[in-house]
């Protein structure tokens, strides 16, 4: 419970206008909250000193402390150690001498021994609000650096998170003879952080530190608190976000293309091409101020002469004039407009100005805006082909992909094309001025075509709502982020690209960690993880066996299972008789477990079976069968060749395919996942194997056990 007097600490301070809070203050607000501070008084004079210390147990502390005294231990203003009144007294006419006209009062505490110091922490970021940060303390603080984030508000698994999540957490077990912290009272001043910065908006930072571990039990030996009394006047309840609705987007009946033109070198030119040729089922609109027909069909002067409106409107015109298009839209009933024009506020002030007055045109004429300053859409299952001066034709599948950039969305989806890796609905969102890549997501967390999702972020705007989507759409289906502007050069290069707002490169990996995002860096990484989680069941746990036909594959596959915190499976007796009977007697018995170049597809899939079907193991990685001579492979068979819808059965001779159809067959029947990776390179990435589950053939060794490190992680949270 808290106490009255911690509220008016912070109530009286504000009224006066002060920017922090003396330590005395801090710590009678951190008392208040439950986190424990040591026994103490407030003295003004050497013999008010001395009565306080007699009255506490041990050795004291005296520290000269005022609204304007900071830095005191650099300044000489603390004194450690004291025993006896004549000691107390000395130090205490030493520090009132040297804040001799700082108005400074003399705190007396108890001595706090402990050999373990901690520090914990909150500061209000611009993007996510209040973070608390856990971390090693004491004055080489700094210099560690050894910290772990928590945006607010915090569940009980974030905060042991934190704890966990330290290089030095084994300072918190027991060590060299010192009882293990208690973990509760730590948490409990982490909880305690948040909810003072719940309570009072006015305080906008808090360190603690030393925390110091006495016995089990860590106390506040010093706290710093900042105050803007300015944050207080100021606090206002946010107003709701709503969602818009998106499934005129995702699946329109009807499509109109403003500036729809003949020539396919041109914006308007393109789209319109690819709608046509995408055999888009519904009906397409040119909008052409000379009317007539465009690329075969009839086409209309303006939006007014449309013989109905469309559920979706590409507008393909210069910047200058989508304003007064949209205002039209808005006009004639159509719900959603996607602006591909760029030179809004990408392009500087002017930009910026068009771009927020486009934002109140869409609003006031009740119209979902998509960009401005975007690539387009594709999606598969409504045969909606809708970018330009490209063509995307990725076959239908669950993996859905979200973008700020349009190049890096196509870079994704035309990887994905390549390698045959099936995509639902790909979504290019720009400036995201009104609508944005988190409203898209939101709006995919219940779309049953959506596996998994894809997203590119060069930025979050608003961390709170980042916050609440992805706890909402993480528990039903995964999401992989592939960030952008985690450095300084990158935030440097989003703002001049798409006016994103970067933010903390750790507060937004904490808040990604909170809520069961898995974020990568790389484009190859994050579509295979995100094909991985479309396509593959998710592993149990973290026991992985490793099936190689050659060592030097198995010894990598090793050294990634321990960087990445996965176990080698061990393998049970049962296992290793069955696999003497397949294997020469020279073997390594062991996990990874090595073929030794023994040939023939039906040893490599009774090897797999017996792994697979081990209790012991939660998942397998295969290496080499595929593109060997294990599966008949010779440099004259065929490689996978760019078909529409990219690569599938064909890319495979018979043996791979009954190789490739025993692995859909046990991952049906264990739940495990198989990662499989070839000998050679082969573009395809999955196998169709027409089960809930499809084989995944990825490139190396480390990219399916990072892979596989990722699933164990994400299933971990969604069981939690």
């Known amino acids: 419970m808290v106490t009255r007097a911690a509220s008016d600490v912070v109530a009286e301070a504000v009224a006066q206008g002060l920017g922090a809070l003396d330590e005395w203050q801090a710590k009678k607000l951190l008392a208040g909250y439950g986190i424990p501070v040591p026994d103490g008084g407030l003295a003004r004079d050497e013999d008010e000193a001395a009565a306080i ?219 319109l091409r690819n709608l046509i040729e995408g055999d888009f089922p519904g009906p397409i609109y040119p909008v052409n101020g000379r009317g007539g027909t465009v690329q075969g069909l009839p086409a209309y002067s303006g939006i007014a002469e449309l013989p109905e409106a469309p559920d979706l409107a590409l507008v393909a015109l210069g910047a200058a004039h989508v304003n007064a298009v949209v205002e039209q839209c808005g006009e004639r009933g159509v719900p959603v407009a996607l602006v591909v024009a760029a030179g809004f506020a990408e392009a500087g002030e002017e930009g910026a100005a068009a771009e927020a007055q486009l934002v109140d045109t869409a609003r006031t004429s009740g119209v979902t805006l998509i960009g401005p300053n975007c690539m387009g859409l594709v999606a598969t299952h409504s045969r909606l082909h809708a970018v330009g001066f490209l063509e995307l034709r990725p076959k239908a599948g669950g993996l859905s992909i979200v973008s700020q950039s349009g190049n890096i969305g196509v870079q994704l989806v035309t990887r994905a094309e390549r390698r045959g890796i099936g995509i639902d609905k790909y979504v290019s969102v720009g400036n995201q001025a009104s609508t944005s890549a988190l409203d898209v997501l939101d709006a995919l967390g219940d779309d049953p075509q959506t596996a998994a999702a894809l997203v590119y972020l060069e930025g979050t705007g608003d961390g709170r709502r980042f916050l609440d989507v992805m706890r909402r759409i993480t528990r039903k289906k995964p999401v992989v982020v592939l960030r952008g502007g985690l450095t300084e050069y990158g935030r440097r290069a989003a703002a001049s690209h798409t006016g994103a707002m970067a933010g903390s490169a750790d507060v937004f990996l904490a808040a990604a960690r909170q809520t069961g995002c898995l974020v990568r860096t790389g484009p190859d990484e994050s579509l295979d993880l995100a094909l991985c989680l479309s396509a593959l069941p998710l592993p149990a746990g973290r026991r992985v066996a490793v099936m190689t036909l050659g060592g030097g594959w198995g010894v990598l596959a090793a050294d990634e299972v321990a960087r990445n915190g996965l176990e080698l499976a061990p393998l049970e007796s049962r296992v290793l008789a069955e696999l003497d009977e397949l294997l020469p007697g020279y073997w390594c018995r062991s996990n990874p477990v090595d073929l030794v170049a023994a040939i023939g597809p039906d040893l490599a899939s009774h090897a797999l079976t017996v792994l697979a079907e081990s209790e012991a193991v939660d998942a397998v990685v295969v290496l080499g069968i595929l593109r060997s001579p294990s599966t008949g492979w010779t440099s004259d068979d065929p490689v996978s060749a760019g078909a529409p819808g990219g690569p599938g059965r064909g890319s495979f001779n018979p043996a791979e395919i009954d190789f490739l159809e025993r692995v859909t067959a046990l991952m049906a029947s264990t739940g495990k996942p198989i990662i499989n990776v070839p000998l050679r390179p082969v573009e395809a990435a999955t196998f169709p194997g027409g089960a809930r589950h499809d084989p995944v053939i990825l490139y190396s060794p480390v990219a399916a056990v990072r892979a596989l490190a990722a699933m164990a992680w994400y299933g971990e949270y969604v069981a939690d």
């Open 53 to 271: 210390a007699s009255r506490l147990d041990g050795p004291v502390v005296v520290k000269a402390i005022g609204a304007r005294i900071t830095h005191k231990t650099e300044r000489g203003l603390v004194a450690l150690n004291l025993v006896g009144d004549e000691a107390v007294r000395a130090a205490a006419r030493s520090l009132l001498a040297l804040t001799e006209g700082q108005d400074a009062a003399l705190l007396v505490e108890r001595m706090v021994r402990g050999s373990r110091e901690f520090m914990v922490g909150m500061k209000r970021d611009p993007l996510f609000g209040p973070v608390i940060v856990f971390g090693i303390g004491g004055v080489f603080a700094e210099a560690h650096k050894d910290i772990a984030l928590g945006v607010t508000p915090l569940e009980d698994r974030d905060i042991e998170g934190m704890l966990a999540g330290i290089r030095a957490s084994v300072l918190l077990d027991e060590f060299r003879g010192l009882q293990a912290v208690d973990r509760t009272a730590l948490a409990d001043a982490v909880r305690a952080l948040a909810r003072i910065a719940a309570d009072h908006p006015a305080v906008i930072e808090i360190d603690v530190n030393p925390l110091i571990v006495e016995g089990a039990v860590p106390v506040a030996a010093d706290a710093l608190v900042i105050l803007d009394p300015a944050a207080e006047r100021g606090t206002h309840v946010p107003h709701a976000v709503v969602t818009p609705d998106l499934a005129p987007l995702f699946a329109p009946r009807s499509v109109a293309v403003v500036g729809a033109s003949e020539d396919p070198g041109k914006w308007g030119g393109s789209l």
